[in-house]
């Protein structure tokens, strides 16, 4: 590493199933204010906001690029790339384009690799880990960090620690990997106190992970390859070539290279880290009172203890003699768990998916890169939305065949033009757009634009939409 | 009774605490479909559709007027009578005020008095009853029909039947009323078979009741003379005097009257019945599936037994590994409760009062003479509103100070006067109204209008109102 700086490499990939009804796929768990004020993404770069660190590579989905940049925007972040992946083909491969990506401005990249959804409560316990394990990671190791178990988990894989690398303090040989154990296993290994939960947190040299890679998954290492030979860039964008990134085997980087490498090594840490795999699990980490509950939101409970109640938008909630429940309440959704079958939220967007309902992808309020919309109101024959435009944002030009629209501005100032003719639309003012005719929306101003739209029409689905020019390239 | 009919008084007056967050107090459990597809007052009117009834007289709140008239006009019955109590003093006085309005018309009125709420499966079982206990109330007995019970509830009153009276086959002297027993005491007298509920239902004569009210309750009947001697009258609806009213004690008739009287009588009918009184009760008469659950609405359940889940315009509800639970989510709140918690509703309304909320007082949708609104949408200095407005109907001539109004007819065609100016708003037109202007909605039209109304301004208060004229005598 030429200038003595880790690359952070920060994988967005993840579908946050379990943390539904808040967390969906075109607006993840990573990508939210679950654990703290911030986007669990915005939290992990923070923490490598020190010298030791350059800019982060940040891998994610390509539906979520703009939640992405923006979110980097907001927490002050300038990444050297978001690497899109063009579909998800687990962590060996999104690892991989990263390592690509880091190789190309410093052949002697170091890579510290960082799932964007956990919580890690002592950050400088972290960082001192990640500066015990760059030695032996420049030395040409897999350093994996190992996180003291305070709990005896079955849901997590385990690491047994070997003998400790000579000449290398604090770092020990990985004797091996052990997936995820039964509940006797699990309280053998807490008591024994080798083995150690495996995070996904890894560090190591970019040019070491590829010939590892090469190695030990071939395939994958000549798909991410060829995919970033041919990578197309939009600014901070990275698009690997998506045919040959197809090609990738699906596999993560446990089961690709560290359960085979002879270089594997671990740092044992103590850092008040949760995955926050489920709603359990945030109550684990949260914030309780003294009958043991975390409440968020407009929440009345009458005889409730170790119970998690959320309100995310949705109806206030009231819960009368509760013991150990979940309940978390969104505007289109409410979800009610026993915290010790949190784990089974899956079963329920997996009945979601099979009714076709939408109710486990897409949340009410939609983000673009011009802002945001949400439905507020649906009847026969017509829809109501607010639309919040940032200062600058601009919707496509566009024409809808089916429907009429009815624009009223509540707050900020509008720049619509309707059939070429543009007009300035103030607070308090209305304009009309007529089905077939060609109209576009933006916000000159300074000041965020919210703006009231009526449609009304025989059809009122988002596909009704012609585009003509779109800053954001999606004609 | 010189028609030989009796006159049904229909008891509307209750609030339904503990049916919240559906029932609350301006849109109560009588005046909603909980427990079918009408509400449950026109589930009551309709079972006195014979000529063996006249047509019933309802006694309700003053707030509830429109829904009711609006109820029973839906249902197609005409009342003789609409009593709108001032205030509410408990139904010794709500029955006493019928009987004067049923005196009026005639001097031999027969009143077979009912609560509005409750559920009765057997309606012929219910009606023979009556035909049973009439000869009684025609020589001068207060007849109160005992319930068979089910179950040894302690939630209720019981009746203890007397020696049958002679000549009167099927009716018995009343032994005493009994209290809400505990449960041992309730399960002697399910097993002793002499025991019945009292479900508050009753047959006399009108004159009758009011000379035992004098003997027994002076102050309520002199409160209730005094308030029906100087009722105003207004179509349908009779207006008892305020102050006079206001004089009258707060009692039941059970212990204003029938707990005194030597005329007591009861007959035993075994018809079905619940006072649908709590969520439990719902549950119990509701039809349930092989697992005892009863849904409604859109519901997803992984692994649940016994419970009953209801989405009245709320979000959907997800529920996992639930046993005898009750979820009910309606747009503004989600209630959670254990069925064996049901009774407790009450103290999360009590609570709501403490805060000042008004979730246990107002519903989402409102209701008015000229149709119903609900807010869709609320920010900072707007608010969105769906208005539906019935043929014919008319909102006030009316002026805001704080806001302007921007209204989108989606549906039907409306009449706006703005200003002295009418115009025809059709369906996709727009209307916009400055605040400080005179304005006026109707709709002429044969079918509904829907619109929608964005507000703007610095306050957006209801009581932002000046009515300059009105149809339904609101100014």
Same mark, same amino acid.
């Given at each position: 590493?030429?200038?003595?700086?880790?690359?952070?490499?920060?994988?967005?990939?993840?579908?946050?199933?379990?943390?539904?009804?808040?967390?969906?796929?075109?607006?993840?768990?990573?990508?939210?204010?679950?654990?703290?004020?911030?986007?669990?993404?915005?939290?992990?770069?923070?923490?490598?906001?020190?010298?030791?660190?350059?800019?982060?590579?940040?891998?994610?989905?390509?539906?979520?690029?703009?939640?992405?940049?923006?979110?980097?925007?907001?927490?002050?972040?300038?990444?050297?790339?978001?690497?899109?992946?063009?579909?998800? !083909?687990?962590?060996?491969?999104?690892?991989?384009?990263?390592?690509?990506?880091?190789?190309?401005?410093?052949?002697?990249?170091?890579?510290?690799?960082?799932?964007?959804?956990?919580?890690?409560?002592?950050?400088?316990?972290?960082?001192?880990?990640?500066?015990?394990?760059?030695?032996?990671?420049?030395?040409?190791?897999?350093?994996?960090?190992? &996180?003291?178990?305070?709990?005896?988990?079955?849901?997590?894989?385990?690491?047994?620690?070997? *003998?400790?690398?000579?000449?290398?303090?604090?770092?020990?040989?990985?004797? %091996?990997?052990?997936?995820?154990? @039964?509940?006797?296993?699990?309280?053998?290994?807490?008591?024994?106190?080798?083995?150690?939960?495996?995070?996904?947190?890894?560090?190591?040299?970019?040019?070491?992970?590829?010939?590892?890679?090469? #190695?030990?998954?071939?395939?994958?290492?000549?798909? %991410?390859?060829?995919?970033?030979?041919?990578?197309?860039?939009?600014?901070?964008?990275?698009?690997?070539?998506?045919?040959?990134? $197809?090609?990738?085997?699906? &596999?993560?980087? #446990? /089961?690709?290279?560290?359960?085979?490498?002879?270089?594997?090594?671990?740092?044992?840490?103590?850092?008040?880290?949760?995955?926050?795999?489920?709603?359990?699990? $945030?109550?684990?980490?949260?914030? !309780?009172?003294?009958?043991?509950?975390?409440?968020?939101?407009?929440?009345?409970?009458? @005889?409730?203890?170790?119970?998690?109640?959320?309100? @995310?938008?949705?109806?206030?909630?009231?819960?009368?003699?509760?013991?150990?429940?979940?309940?978390?309440?969104?505007? *289109?959704?409410?979800?009610?768990?026993?915290?010790?079958?949190?784990?089974?939220? !899956?079963?329920?967007?997996?009945?979601?998916?099979?009714?076709?309902?939408?109710?486990?992808?897409?949340?009410?309020?939609?983000?673009?890169?011009?802002?945001? /919309?949400?439905?507020?109101? !649906?009847?026969?024959?017509?829809?109501?939305?607010?639309?919040?435009?940032?200062?600058?944002?601009?919707?496509?030009?566009?024409?809808?065949?089916?429907?009429?629209?009815?624009?009223?501005?509540?707050?900020?100032?509008? $720049?619509?033009?309707?059939?070429?003719?543009?007009?300035?639309?103030?607070?308090?003012?209305?304009?009309?757009?007529?089905?077939?005719?060609?109209?576009?929306?933006?916000?000159?101003?300074?000041?965020?634009?919210? $703006?009231?739209?009526?449609? %009304?029409?025989?059809?009122?689905?988002?596909? *009704?939409?012609?585009?003509?020019?779109?800053?954001?390239?999606?004609?």
């Amino acid at each position: 590493m030429s200038d003595q700086s880790i690359t952070p490499v920060v994988l967005s990939g993840g579908s946050g199933t379990r943390l539904w009804p808040v967390s969906r796929a075109l607006h993840p768990k990573q990508l939210l204010p679950i654990a703290g004020e911030r986007s669990m993404l915005q939290a992990t770069v923070a923490r490598f906001a020190t010298p030791a660190f350059a800019a982060p590579i940040v891998v994610g989905g390509e539906e979520h690029r703009f939640l992405i940049a923006d979110q980097l925007d907001d927490a002050g972040v300038a990444p050297s790339a978001i690497v899109l992946e063009p579909a998800g !083909r687990n962590t060996a491969a999104a690892i991989a384009l990263a390592a690509h990506q880091a190789l190309a401005a410093d052949p002697e990249a170091m890579l510290v690799v960082v799932p964007s959804d956990h919580v890690i409560a002592d950050v400088a316990a972290f960082r001192a880990a990640i500066a015990t394990g760059a030695p032996a990671a420049a030395a040409g190791g897999l350093v994996t960090f190992g &996180i003291a178990p305070s709990a005896a988990e079955t849901g997590y894989g385990y690491i047994e620690a070997g *003998d400790p690398l000579p000449g290398l303090a604090g770092v020990a040989q990985v004797a %091996c990997f052990v997936e995820k154990p @039964d509940a006797a296993t699990a309280a053998a290994f807490v008591a024994g106190g080798r083995h150690l939960w495996n995070g996904g947190i890894f560090l190591f040299r970019a040019d070491r992970y590829l010939a590892e890679l090469v #190695d030990h998954a071939p395939e994958v290492a000549a798909a %991410c390859a060829a995919a970033m030979a041919d990578a197309s860039r939009d600014g901070v964008f990275v698009r690997p070539q998506r045919e040959a990134f $197809l090609a990738a085997p699906s &596999i993560s980087i #446990d /089961y690709a290279v560290m359960e085979h490498t002879t270089r594997a090594a671990t740092v044992r840490v103590d850092m008040g880290w949760s995955d926050v795999g489920s709603w359990s699990a $945030l109550w684990d980490i949260a914030r !309780r009172d003294d009958a043991g509950n975390a409440f968020h939101g407009d929440v009345v409970a009458v @005889d409730v203890a170790g119970s998690l109640i959320r309100v @995310d938008g949705g109806p206030a909630v009231a819960v009368i003699g509760a013991r150990d429940l979940v309940v978390v309440s969104t505007r *289109d959704a409410v979800l009610v768990v026993p915290r010790d079958r949190a784990q089974d939220v !899956r079963a329920v967007v997996d009945a979601l998916k099979a009714n076709g309902s939408t109710r486990h992808t897409t949340q009410p309020v939609v983000h673009r890169p011009w802002g945001t /919309y949400e439905t507020t109101d !649906r009847g026969d024959r017509f829809q109501t939305k607010r639309l919040i435009v940032k200062p600058g944002g601009q919707l496509s030009s566009q024409m809808h065949y089916h429907r009429s629209e009815h624009w009223v501005v509540v707050s900020g100032t509008a $720049l619509v033009t309707v059939d070429g003719v543009e007009r300035i639309v103030g607070e308090n003012e209305s304009a009309y757009i007529p089905a077939g005719v060609q109209h576009r929306l933006e916000n000159p101003g300074k000041v965020p634009l919210h $703006l009231i739209e009526v449609q %009304c029409g025989s059809y009122l689905g988002e596909d *009704d939409i012609v585009r003509f020019e779109d800053r954001y390239a999606r004609t």
